[in-house]
Nanobody, 120 residues
């Protein structure tokens, strides 16, 4: 009913920047919270950042000051600007959205993920 598609991942050198995007489509009435999660090889998935519909943001401690989350409610999109990337930021990054469907149900959806590799 809802599709989330991430883009923007890739290979970047330490200290570099990347901008991830997420586009939501489907039977959407509106999107409440939107978040980014990531999963590094051999590690558990971890929360990165969340932005409310009203634009309030929260970040995991290790990303604060280096990552910026933003969204466009009109277009159901979200971005994650990542600066000063470190090798430990290497992971698959997932877009997550809490969606009020046109059927009035409220469900959480995950994208398929976009890989980010930080390496020289």
């Amino acid at each position: 009913q809802v599709q989330l598609v991430e883009s923007g991942g890739g290979l970047v050198q330490p200290g570099g920047s990347l901008n991830l995007s997420c586009a939501a489509s489907g039977s959407i009435s509106y999107i409440s919270d939107m978040s980014w999660y990531r999963q590094a090889p051999g590690r558990q998935r971890e929360w990165v950042a969340t932005i409310t519909r009203g634009g309030v943001t929260n970040y995991a401690a290790s990303m604060m000051g280096r990552f910026t989350i933003s969204r466009d409610n009109a277009n159901n999109t979200m971005c994650l600007q990542m600066y000063s990337l470190k090798p430990e930021d290497t992971a698959v990054y997932y877009c997550v959205a809490l969606v009020r469907l046109t059927s009035h149900d409220l469900d959480r959806y995950w994208g398929q993920g976009t890989p980010v590799t930080v390496s020289s």
